[in-house]
């Protein structure tokens, strides 16, 4: 009888998916690739704000006056 339910309920998940998601196996309707370096095109122009310098320096600083904090570091990579 469980088996029975689950059957039927995957029977209708599976109907329901195929008339409400479109096919995997469509192509895109316009070519993606130029838009996408449109994009990357206008992120490269941003500059970098003052406290990511601020947090870098700041990391540089720890590690030259505290080597021992290194394997601590990579301990969490």
């Given amino acids: 009888m469980n088996q029975n339910v689950n059957d039927n309920e995957e029977r209708k998940l599976r109907e329901f998916l195929k008339s409400n998601l479109p096919r995997a196996d469509v192509e895109p309707r316009r070519d993606l690739w130029p838009a996408m370096l449109r994009r990357m095109d ?12 601020a947090l870098l320096g700041l990391a540089a600083a720890c590690l030259a006056f505290v080597p021992r904090i290194i394997p601590m570091l990579l301990y969490h990579l």
């Fill in 42 to 53: 206008v992120h490269e122009q941003r500059a970098v704000p003052w406290f990511d310098w």
